[in-house]
């Protein structure tokens, strides 16, 4: 199954701007389109980045610096999803997921759509073998989505996957980064001075130096 | 499979008290305590509640006032789990929990201890084989479980769910309850007039008064 991975060459990460440069943050994206690709090659899927400006992979990369939804509609559009060929599509910023997760997003089954949702309502990876189903990343993407299939008659299965549904976008995100990944974007936060802040309640972050 | 569910009758929800007055946390913790043992309800698990107050439930109840982590520990000691007779210990507050999601919680399998983990650090649902192991809910729990399980040996497999993941304990986790729960809990926010705040990135809640 082909996967699409977009990635927002461009000022990424802005929600984390808080806590690193921009410069900083355009260097943990990569590092964590990096970790997305590595566990995709992990799985039988095949995956291809839709990036908004040429980058140096060695996946098939597509440029197109047009906004999130449009990019991935018109690559949408130009795969022509059905049954016998369902195209997915995994944002760049997942930066828990693992072979195993990924392969929770397996198209052989009877749903036309299946649904990650990403925590706050996003859609953090889909999978789709109806021609005519598309995305809007923008608000609440997964109410969206929903309504969308409904009106296709497309059939939905929610893929239910703690490390697919969180997608590192602001700070306290970086808190599942630092205890559940071993990856790329990990060292990345680790060799900039970031460390768990251990307090009551959930876990924080704090940065040295 | 015998399943724990323990549930802090006296103050519970305290990291809701921006968003909820005292008496309106008991009665939507009760709520979600109501959706977790529906939603164990359509497993093949045995729920027990373990409670700081007599509760007028419908399933089989242990009172026990002392502090989470001492009254799960008696209780775990008192089971003596074991390969052939596992027990499980899954938090009230899972308010996205289905009968599929928890029956993610198999036993079956090689694994001596299964463990998912709750958002920032926690531990939301545990399924122990071994007879010596002890939950420690203060702090980093998942970290301290993965590091008890090395230091008895036990073998530990990650339980990978969004929803078992999703433990509602501050305001923004209305949300995910809000958009991707049809339970009595939704309902209790709903009538409590929460909705869902749709701006840029995530989405939020609102109260109308």
């Known amino acids: 199954m082909e996967v699409i991975v977009p990635f927002a060459a461009q000022r990424p990460k802005t929600r984390l701007r808080d806590v690193l440069a921009p410069e900083e943050r355009r260097s943990f994206a990569e590092a964590m389109l990096a970790d997305v690709l590595i566990a995709l090659r992990g799985t039988d899927f095949d995956p291809h980045v839709l990036a908004t400006e040429p980058l140096d992979l060695e996946v098939g990369t597509t440029v197109d610096d047009r906004r999130l939804?449009?990019?991935?509609?018109?690559?949408?559009?130009?795969?022509?999803?059905?049954?016998?060929?369902?195209?997915g599509v995994v944002m760049a910023d997942l930066g828990l997921a693992t072979p195993?997760?990924?392969?929770?997003?397996d198209p052989d089954g009877k749903a036309d759509l299946l649904l990650t949702p990403g925590?706050?309502?996003?859609?953090n990876a889909l999978v789709t073998k109806?021609?005519?189903?598309?995305?809007?990343?923008h608000g609440a993407s997964y109410l969206d989505h929903l309504q969308s299939a409904r009106a296709l008659g497309a059939t939905v299965r929610e893929v239910d996957s703690y490390r697919l549904s969180t997608d590192i976008d602001e700070r306290q995100d970086l808190v599942e980064l630092l205890l559940h990944s071993d990856g790329a974007a990990r060292d990345w936060l680790v060799d900039a001075g970031f460390d768990l802040d251990i307090d009551e309640g959930r876990l924080g972050v704090v940065r040295e130096g």
């Open 130 to 137: 109806h021609p005519g189903f598309r995305v809007d990343y």
């Open 119 to 123: 925590r706050g309502g996003g859609t």
């Open 100 to 105: 195993d997760a990924l392969s929770l997003l």
């Open 69 to 87: 939804t449009t990019a991935v509609n018109a690559a949408l559009a130009a795969a022509e999803p059905s049954p016998e060929a369902p195209v």
